[in-house]
């Protein structure tokens, strides 16, 4: 298969991570027989250096034409103060527009030697394995109207709370379809005690699910599904809300996994005739700038975003279970970086990187 792929290493410690990614995906195309064709170009901070606009034009028509885009990080604190239009992270909306993404996958997993670094007991986070699929462009951070107006006592603010049948749809079927390739378990989370939105949504999920009579379908409300997170993870598989709570309890999900470090995420889009997503993959993590450079990045979390790229994008499990059980390997075996608070000396960026390439064989 020929896999083509657009890079973007963006700022801070995105470069660095996205270099290890990118090794370790030359490496398992290599050994599964797949030929890579890379391009790379800017976004961020460096492209506002390089050409003014944090997303140029050579990079929206790079992304239209690949299969998946690889993305490291974007955000320089030089930008801190700039207007909206010339900061780094317009240059991510830009992207996730351009692609049409509307759903954001975060795997979580937890990694038996990191169990410790997890705030919660050993037993309780052991064995977790879930996916939280989080709608990504209606709800209440897009609906209108929305704004601040009048003054005094009287001054007050609206935002509103919106979904469609189309886009509940959308975002259930790709729910169900990731459980049909895992657990076949889908969770799906509203507030339909007190919202009409979640009531439209509960209705839409279930005549939804009737398409897919070997998934499991279960409802649970936002708080209790916050609280059912810390107190019993094993229990999800799929766990399919809207953008404000997925934005929330996904937060909440990443504590399970230990580091910020090693968490990967995929936003997603239109099927393919192929039947692959179009996707955009990057770690959760920001450009991290205390270290940038310094070679003490974790570029656990860009591999693992290679990973989720190869299933999603290119259907590739085997090669994805390939660069997953890598990262098992590496983590065992103590070969790690600072953040993961190795018992020896830290590994750096590259070492880790290395010692992956050696893992997937
Ligand atoms: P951050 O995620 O960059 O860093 C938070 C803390 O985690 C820092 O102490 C950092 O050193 C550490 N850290 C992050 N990634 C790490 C890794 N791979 N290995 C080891 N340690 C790691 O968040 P921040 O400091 O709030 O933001 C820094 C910049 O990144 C800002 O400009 C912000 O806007 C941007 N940002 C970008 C994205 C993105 O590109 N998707 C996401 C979040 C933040």
């Not at 974007?74 to 759903?103: H, M, N, Q, S």
């Not at 974790?298 to 279970?321: D, R, T």
């Not at 390939?322 to 075996?333: G, K, T």
Request: with cysteine.
């Amino acid at each position: 298969m020929e896999l083509n792929i657009l890079v973007l290493p963006g700022d801070g410690i995105g470069p660095e991570v996205t270099e290890e990614a990118v090794r370790a995906l030359r490496h398992v195309a290599a050994k599964f027989g797949h030929s890579l064709r890379l391009s790379e170009a800017l976004l961020g901070g460096i492209a506002i250096h390089k050409t003014g606009s944090p997303f140029p034009d050579g990079t929206a028509k790079l992304a239209l034409e690949a299969d998946a885009t690889l993305l490291g990080a974007v955000g320089l604190p030089e930008f801190d103060d700039a207007p909206p239009e010339r900061r780094p992270e317009r240059g991510l909306l830009g992207i996730r527009k351009t692609l049409g993404v509307f759903a954001n996958l975060r795997p979580v997993r937890s990694y038996k030697s990191l169990l410790d670094s997890s705030p919660l007991k050993n037993h309780i986070v052991d064995g977790t394995d879930m996916i939280i699929v989080r709608e990504l462009t209606g709800d209440l951070y897009y609906g209108t109207p929305r704004g601040i107006s009048g003054s005094g006592e009287a001054e007050q603010a609206v935002n509103t709370m919106i979904y469609t049948r189309a886009e509940i749809q959308r975002i259930a079927r790709m729910a169900f379809e990731l459980a049909r390739k895992r657990r076949r378990k889908v969770t799906s989370v509203d507030k339909s005690n007190v919202l009409e939105v979640s009531q439209l949504w509960r209705k839409v999920v279930i005549d939804v699910a009737a398409e897919y009579p070997d998934v499991t379908l279960e409802h649970i409300l936002v708080d209790n599904c916050a609280m059912q997170l810390i107190l019993n993870p094993r229990r999800f598989d799929v766990v399919v809300t809207g953008n404000m709570f997925g934005d929330i309890l996904s937060d909440e999900g990443a504590v399970l996994a230990g580091s910020i470090g090693m968490l990967p995420s995929a936003s997603v889009g239109p099927k393919r005739p192929s039947g692959a997503w179009v996707g955009l993959y990057e770690p959760v993590h920001g450009s991290a700038p205390d270290i940038a450079g310094q070679g003490k990045a974790n570029p656990l979390a860009a591999i693992g975003s290679v990973a989720a790229m190869l299933e999603y994008s290119f259907g590739l499990k085997e090669e994805a279970a390939a660069v997953n059980a890598a990262v098992d390997a590496v983590l065992d075996s103590g070969r790690v970086t600072a953040d993961l608070r190795p018992a020896g000396p830290p590994a750096t960026t590259a070492q880790v990187g290395e010692a992956i390439c050696q893992a997937i064989g």
